[in-house]
């Protein structure tokens, strides 16, 4: 795809969700962030909401957590799932902040990623959210699935979708198109049923102009939507979806 089409794209996404939130997930400091962004992997936000809090009250900060029983961690962070690599992870990480950057969340990818747990995912999320700072672009479960869908990208690969949006888009848009494929995903572009013939984005889509909306293959909305969780920036969102038809929206 041009960047010309996909910037057109970027333009009416910007207008269906003109508001979009700081982050899902709840967090007072860096340190609060990057741990509740390791505890979504596979995991709603609004269950990380509920459970990091928790975590917390008993391990406020980096030094605690490196020190904390891990029994005592697993139990809590149980109900986001995988809790028993999680807690080995969240203690790890923990420590390594302590030992090797002074009990402070790092403030760049290249750092982030040597943590344990840390993948480009949650680096990117805490470098955007935690400090203001944009080194590449998040892409979550719904922003895999869209950027295939659209037609951004057509690699499976994570990091190859990345260099692919890199490539595309502006830096000064990579923040906010994670959020606008976020909000898209979850509102109208569904991992079993997308609502193609509500989709303001239709008549630039790839994956309409191929399907013309027919549902997607059993196989294929099986795999995405086993695939729907564990976004650190994913949550139903509030913002209002406008129901317009899509040929409207393009002028057509
Ligand atoms: S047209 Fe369909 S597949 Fe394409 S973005 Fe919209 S809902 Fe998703």
């Known amino acids: 795809m041009k960047s ?21 997930l709840e967090f007072r400091n860096s340190f609060e962030l990057l741990v509740s962004v390791i505890l979504s992997a596979q995991c709603t936000d609004k269950m ?4 990091a809090p928790k975590l917390f009250a008993a391990f406020p900060d980096a030094k605690s957590l490196a020190g904390g029983n ?16 999680k807690a080995r992870s969240i203690k790890n990480c923990a420590k390594e902040l302590v030992e090797r950057f002074g009990s402070k969340v790092p ?22 959210i935690a400090f203001d700072k944009t080194e590449g672009v998040v892409i979550d479960t719904h922003v895999k699935r869209l ?9 499976n690969d994570v990091d190859k979708i990345e260099t692919d949006l890199m490539e595309l888009f502006p830096k000064n848009v990579w923040k906010p198109l994670t959020f606008y494929l976020i909000l898209h995903g979850r509102n109208v572009c569904d991992a079993r049923k997308p609502d193609c013939e509500n989709c303001v984005i ?13 549902p997607v293959k059993k196989e294929t909305a ?18 209002p979806v406008k ?10």
């Open 243 to 252: 129901k317009s038809a899509a040929k409207k929206k393009a002028g057509i």
């Open 70 to 85: 891990l029994d005592e961690i697993m139990a809590i962070i149980k109900p986001t799932g995988f809790f028993q690599n």
């Open 48 to 51: 990380v909401n509920i459970v």
């Open 202 to 214: 239709s008549p630039l889509c790839e994956f309409y102009s191929e399907t013309k909306g027919r």
């Open 107 to 128: 403030e760049s990818v290249e750092e982030l990623v040597t943590l344990p747990g840390v993948g480009r995912k949650t680096a990117n999320v805490v470098t955007q």
């Open 4 to 24: 010309e089409k996909a910037l057109e794209i970027l333009n009416i996404l910007k207008k269906e969700y003109p508001s979009i939130p700081k982050s899902f």
């Open 147 to 155: 950027s295939n869908r659209i037609g951004f990208s057509r690699h």
């Open 222 to 239: 099986k795999k995405a939507a086993a695939k729907t969780t564990g976004s650190a920036l994913t949550k139903k969102s509030a913002a």
